[in-house]
C-alpha cells in the first residue's frame, strides 16, 4: 500500500483524533490536524513498512525532552487498530508559521531574529544536554507560534541520542545534504571507497546548520552555492562567505561575528555548545540600540524596487551589497491605480453614454453570432465543456479529485517536506494511464473568451454593474530546497513546460479551494514518468495560481519540485470560469501545464 498522502480526509477518525486537515507531508509520512475534546493536536502517521524502527527512536526522543522550545510529545499508537499499517505520533499542535515563511511574509528586524535564534538556540542546548541530536536542523523544521512569536523545534524524525542503534548503513547519516557540515563532507571524500566506514554526527554538526539558518535569516541568501553538487560540496568545505554584515550592511556586527563563529570550517573553532551561543546572544542584544529595530532587507514597493537599465553592469557589481534582498507581503495597489494582472492593464471603468450603448448591444449580437458558428465548427464543444465528470472515469481520478455535490473538487493533499530524507522508496503497482480525450483547444478557448466577453458586456452595458474587483497578485516566494536540483537531475530545464490534469477522466470544469492541491503528470516528461503526482497548493486571485513543490512517482519516490501552473494557453495561472466569485474558491478547466521555474514571481 502506498503511503500517505491522501488517505486520510476531513472527519476522519483516528485512535480517537478528527482529522481537521493536512499540514505537511515527507518521504515517510504525513502531518495533520486533528481534534480531541475540542483540543488540537498534530497527528504524525509514519508508514509502518518504510519506517521499521524510526517511531521507536523518534518517540524515544520525544520522551526524553520536555522543553517549551521543542514540540511536545502527546501520545503513540498503531492504526488502524486490528491490522496496523501507521503508526501515529501525536504531538502538539503549533499554529503558527515555518521559520522561512514567517521571514518572507514578517521581514523581521535584527532584534526579531535575535529572539527567534535564541529560542532555538534554546531547543538544541536542552535536546544536546539530554544526549540527544537533532540532525535535521532548518528552515523548516522551525515553526514560529502566531500568537506570541515563540519558536519552537519540530521533527526529530532523523534524530539520534546516545546509545541508540544505527539503523541505516550508509556512510554518512540521512540528513539534508546542503545542511551537513564540512567535517562531513571531508570524511566522505576521505572514505568513499573504505568498505563499512560511517561518519558519527555530533553537536558540531547541529551548530553548523543552525549557523546556515541564521546567516538566511540575516542575509537573505544562503552562504554557499555551485551550480552541481560537486562544486557546492567544494565551496562549503574550502569557500568563506562574505560576512553576514558585508552583505547587508543593516546586520549588526555582533550578530554577524556570532554567525561566522558557527560557520568555521572546523568543530574545534567553531562555538562550542548551543549553551555558548545563547550566551553570545544575550550578551549581543544587552548593547543593542534603535538600528536592531529596522527591517533587516528591504520591503516590496516602489520605493525600493531596483529600475533595471539604470546602471551599467560594473556599476551593478561594485554596488551589490546595497542591494538588499527584498522581504514582506506586496503591498496592495490603491483602486486609484491601474493595477495589472498577467501584464494586461485594467483600466477604470467609465460610464456609458450616447455612442457606447449601441456599440455595446452590436458587440452582443456579433457575440451571439460567433457561438453560434463556433458551436457549428467545432461539434464537441458541448460536450467537452461538460460540469460533470462522466461516470466512467478511471479509477485514477480517485486519487486526484472527491465528489462534491454535482460536481468535481480537487482533492486538498501534500504540503512537502515534513520529513525530507532522500532514502528507500515504495514500490507499487500503477494502473495503466488511460487514454485523455483532450477537448480540442481552438473550441474551449473561443467559447471560453466568447462567455466571458458576453457577461461582461451585458453586466456593464444594461446592469450597470460595479468595476472590476483586482484582487493583488500573490506574492513571490523561493523553491523547496534542493528542488531546482532534483529537477534537473531529471533533465527538466527551467522554463521547460509539460501537459498535467487535476482530474483523470474527459475534461471537464471542477471547483477548487484555496489551499492544498495535487495534479497528475500526463505521459513522460524527460526522466520523470507519467502519472507522477504533483502536489502543491492553490491561491485563488483573479485567475488561479497553482504552486508545486513536491512530486511523487508511480513507484512512491518523492522529491521536491518547483514548478508554476499554466492555463492551456500558456498563460500563468487558470481562468475563472462563470459561476464562483469567492475569494477562496473558483471554478475551472481540469486540463493544465506545468512550468519548471527557478523562484515563484
Same mark, same amino acid.
Given at each position: 500500500?502506498?503511503?500517505?498522502?491522501?488517505?486520510?480526509?476531513?472527519?476522519?477518525?483516528?485512535?480517537?483524533?478528527?482529522?481537521?486537515?493536512?499540514?505537511?507531508?515527507?518521504?515517510?509520512?504525513?502531518? =495533520? *490536524?486533528?481534534?480531541?475534546?475540542?483540543?488540537?493536536?498534530?497527528?504524525?502517521?509514519?508508514?509502518?513498512? $518504510?519506517?521499521?524502527?524510526?517511531?521507536?527512536?523518534?518517540?524515544?526522543?520525544?520522551?526524553?525532552?520536555?522543553?517549551?522550545?521543542?514540540?511536545?510529545?502527546?501520545? =503513540?499508537?498503531?492504526?488502524?487498530?486490528?491490522?496496523?499499517?501507521?503508526?501515529?505520533?501525536?504531538?502538539?499542535?503549533?499554529?503558527?508559521? $515555518? !521559520?522561512?515563511?514567517?521571514?518572507?511574509?514578517?521581514?523581521?528586524?535584527? $532584534?526579531?531574529?535575535?529572539?527567534? !535564534?535564541?529560542?532555538?538556540?534554546?531547543?538544541?542546548?536542552?535536546?544536546?544536554?539530554?544526549?540527544?541530536?537533532?540532525?535535521?536542523?532548518?528552515?523548516?523544521?522551525? @515553526?514560529?507560534?502566531?500568537?506570541?512569536?515563540?519558536?519552537?523545534?519540530?521533527?526529530?524524525?532523523?534524530?539520534?541520542?546516545?546509545?541508540?542503534?544505527?539503523?541505516?548503513?550508509?556512510?554518512?547519516?540521512?540528513?539534508?545534504?546542503?545542511?551537513?557540515?564540512?567535517?562531513?563532507?571531508?570524511?566522505?571524500?576521505?572514505?568513499?571507497?573504505?568498505?563499512?566506514?560511517? =561518519?558519527?554526527?555530533?553537536?558540531?554538526?547541529?551548530?553548523?546548520?543552525?549557523?546556515?539558518?541564521?546567516?538566511?535569516?540575516?542575509?537573505?541568501?544562503?552562504?554557499?552555492?555551485?551550480?552541481?553538487?560537486?562544486? &557546492?560540496?567544494?565551496?562549503?568545505?574550502?569557500?568563506? /562567505?562574505?560576512? /553576514?554584515?558585508?552583505?547587508?550592511?543593516?546586520?549588526?556586527?555582533?550578530?554577524?561575528?556570532?554567525?561566522?563563529? *558557527?560557520?568555521?570550517?572546523?568543530?574545534?573553532?567553531?562555538?562550542?555548545?548551543?549553551?555558548?551561543?545563547?550566551?553570545?546572544?544575550?550578551?549581543?542584544?544587552?548593547?543593542?540600540?534603535?538600528?536592531?529595530?529596522?527591517?533587516?532587507?528591504?520591503?516590496?514597493?516602489?520605493?525600493?524596487?531596483?529600475?533595471?537599465?539604470?546602471?551599467? #553592469?560594473?556599476?551593478?557589481?561594485?554596488?551589490?551589497?546595497?542591494?538588499?534582498?527584498? $522581504?514582506?507581503?506586496?503591498?496592495?495597489?490603491?483602486?486609484?491605480?491601474?493595477?495589472?494582472?498577467?501584464?494586461?492593464?485594467?483600466?477604470?471603468?467609465?460610464?456609458?453614454?450616447?455612442?457606447?450603448?449601441?456599440?455595446?448591444?452590436?458587440? !452582443?449580437?456579433?457575440?451571439?453570432?460567433?457561438?453560434?458558428?463556433?458551436?457549428?465548427? &467545432?461539434?464537441? @464543444?458541448?460536450?467537452?465543456?461538460?460540469?460533470?465528470?462522466?461516470?466512467?472515469?478511471?479509477?485514477?481520478?480517485?486519487?486526484?479529485?472527491?465528489?462534491?455535490?454535482?460536481?468535481?473538487?480537487?482533492?486538498?493533499?501534500?504540503?512537502?517536506?515534513?520529513?525530507?530524507?532522500? +532514502?528507500?522508496?515504495?514500490?507499487?503497482?500503477?494502473?495503466?494511464?488511460?487514454?485523455?480525450?483532450?477537448?480540442?483547444?481552438?473550441?474551449?478557448?473561443?467559447?471560453?473568451?466568447?462567455?466571458?466577453?458576453?457577461? @461582461?458586456?451585458?453586466?456593464?452595458?444594461?446592469?450597470?454593474?460595479?468595476?472590476?474587483?483586482?484582487?493583488?497578485?500573490?506574492?513571490?516566494?523561493?523553491?523547496?530546497?534542493?528542488?531546482?536540483?532534483?529537477?534537473?537531475?531529471?533533465?527538466?530545464?527551467?522554463?521547460?513546460?509539460?501537459?498535467?490534469?487535476?482530474?483523470?477522466?474527459?475534461?471537464?470544469?471542477? #471547483?477548487?479551494?484555496?489551499?492544498?492541491?495535487?495534479?497528475? *503528470?500526463?505521459? /513522460?516528461?524527460?526522466?520523470?514518468?507519467?502519472?507522477?503526482?504533483?502536489?502543491?497548493?492553490?491561491?485563488?486571485?483573479?485567475?488561479? =495560481?497553482?504552486?508545486?513543490?513536491?512530486?511523487?512517482?508511480?513507484?512512491?519516490?518523492?522529491?521536491?519540485?518547483?514548478?508554476?501552473?499554466? +492555463?492551456?494557453?500558456?498563460?500563468?495561472? @487558470?481562468?475563472?470560469?462563470?459561476?464562483?466569485?469567492?475569494?477562496?474558491?473558483?471554478?475551472?478547466?481540469?486540463?493544465?501545464?506545468?512550468?519548471?521555474?527557478?523562484?515563484?514571481?
Amino acid at each position: 500500500m502506498r503511503p500517505p498522502p491522501a488517505i486520510l480526509v476531513p472527519g476522519a477518525e483516528v485512535l480517537g483524533y478528527t482529522v481537521e486537515r493536512q499540514l505537511g507531508q515527507g518521504g515517510f509520512g504525513t502531518v =495533520y *490536524l486533528a481534534r480531541n475534546a475540542g483540543k488540537p493536536f498534530a497527528l504524525k502517521l509514519l508508514h509502518l513498512p $518504510r519506517v521499521g524502527e524510526r517511531v521507536e527512536r523518534e518517540v524515544s526522543i520525544l520522551l526524553k525532552l520536555r522543553h517549551p522550545h521543542v514540540v511536545g510529545l502527546q501520545g =503513540y499508537g498503531l492504526w488502524p487498530p486490528g491490522e496496523p499499517r501507521f503508526a501515529v505520533i501525536v504531538m502538539e499542535y503549533v499554529d503558527g508559521r $515555518r !521559520l522561512d515563511v514567517w521571514a518572507h511574509e514578517e521581514n523581521p528586524s535584527a $532584534r526579531q531574529v535575535t529572539r527567534v !535564534l535564541l529560542d532555538v538556540a534554546r531547543a538544541l542546548a536542552a535536546t544536546h544536554a539530554a544526549g540527544v541530536l537533532h540532525r535535521d536542523v532548518k528552515e523548516a523544521n522551525l @515553526m514560529v507560534r502566531a500568537s506570541d512569536g515563540l519558536a519552537k523545534l519540530v521533527d526529530f524524525g532523523i534524530g539520534d541520542y546516545t546509545g541508540a542503534r544505527d539503523l541505516t548503513a550508509d556512510i554518512l547519516p540521512p540528513g539534508t545534504p546542503e545542511y551537513r557540515a564540512p567535517e562531513a563532507w571531508r570524511y566522505f571524500r576521505q572514505h568513499a571507497r573504505v568498505l563499512g566506514a560511517r =561518519y558519527v554526527a555530533g553537536v558540531a554538526d547541529d551548530l553548523w546548520a543552525l549557523g546556515l539558518v541564521f546567516y538566511w535569516l540575516l542575509t537573505g541568501r544562503k552562504p554557499f552555492d555551485g551550480e552541481d553538487d560537486p562544486s &557546492f560540496i567544494e565551496a562549503v568545505l574550502t569557500q568563506t /562567505p562574505a560576512s /553576514p554584515h558585508d552583505a547587508n550592511a543593516r546586520v549588526p556586527l555582533a550578530l554577524s561575528d556570532i554567525c561566522m563563529r *558557527l560557520l568555521e570550517k572546523t568543530p574545534e573553532a567553531r562555538t562550542p555548545s548551543a549553551f555558548a551561543v545563547v550566551s553570545a546572544l544575550e550578551e549581543a542584544t544587552r548593547d543593542s540600540d534603535a538600528a536592531w529595530d529596522v527591517p533587516l532587507c528591504d520591503a516590496f514597493g516602489e520605493d525600493t524596487a531596483t529600475t533595471e537599465g539604470e546602471q551599467d #553592469s560594473f556599476e551593478k557589481w561594485r554596488n551589490r551589497p546595497r542591494h538588499r534582498p527584498r $522581504r514582506g507581503v506586496r503591498a496592495p495597489l490603491s483602486r486609484a491605480e491601474a493595477p495589472t494582472v498577467q501584464g494586461t492593464t485594467v483600466k477604470p471603468r467609465r460610464s456609458l453614454q450616447g455612442w457606447g450603448v449601441l456599440v455595446t448591444v452590436l458587440a !452582443l449580437v456579433a457575440v451571439g453570432v460567433l457561438l453560434r458558428h463556433g458551436t457549428a465548427r &467545432f461539434p464537441g @464543444m458541448v460536450a467537452h465543456r461538460q460540469e460533470v465528470a462522466p461516470t466512467d472515469k478511471s479509477p485514477q481520478s480517485g486519487r486526484a479529485a472527491a465528489p462534491s455535490r454535482t460536481e468535481a473538487t480537487a482533492v486538498a493533499v501534500a504540503v512537502p517536506a515534513t520529513i525530507q530524507e532522500v +532514502a528507500a522508496t515504495v514500490t507499487t503497482q500503477t494502473p495503466e494511464t488511460p487514454s485523455l480525450p483532450l477537448s480540442p483547444k481552438p473550441a474551449r478557448k473561443v467559447r471560453s473568451v466568447m462567455t466571458r466577453a458576453a457577461g @461582461m458586456a451585458t453586466c456593464t452595458a444594461l446592469l450597470g454593474c460595479p468595476g472590476p474587483q483586482v484582487r493583488p497578485l500573490p506574492p513571490p516566494e523561493p523553491c523547496p530546497v534542493g528542488a531546482v536540483k532534483a529537477m534537473k537531475a531529471r533533465k527538466i530545464d527551467i522554463g521547460e513546460r509539460h501537459e498535467a490534469v487535476f482530474v483523470f477522466s474527459r475534461p471537464h470544469i471542477i #471547483s477548487v479551494h484555496e489551499g492544498p492541491t495535487q495534479l497528475i *503528470l500526463v505521459g /513522460p516528461w524527460e526522466d520523470l514518468p507519467s502519472n507522477t503526482e504533483l502536489s502543491g497548493r492553490l491561491i485563488v486571485r483573479d485567475r488561479v =495560481y497553482g504552486r508545486l513543490t513536491w512530486a511523487t512517482t508511480p513507484k512512491g519516490d518523492s522529491f521536491p519540485v518547483c514548478l508554476d501552473v499554466l +492555463a492551456e494557453e500558456g498563460d500563468r495561472g @487558470m481562468a475563472r470560469e462563470p459561476g464562483d466569485d469567492s475569494p477562496t474558491s473558483a471554478r475551472i478547466f481540469t486540463l493544465a501545464r506545468v512550468k519548471a521555474v527557478g523562484e515563484f514571481e
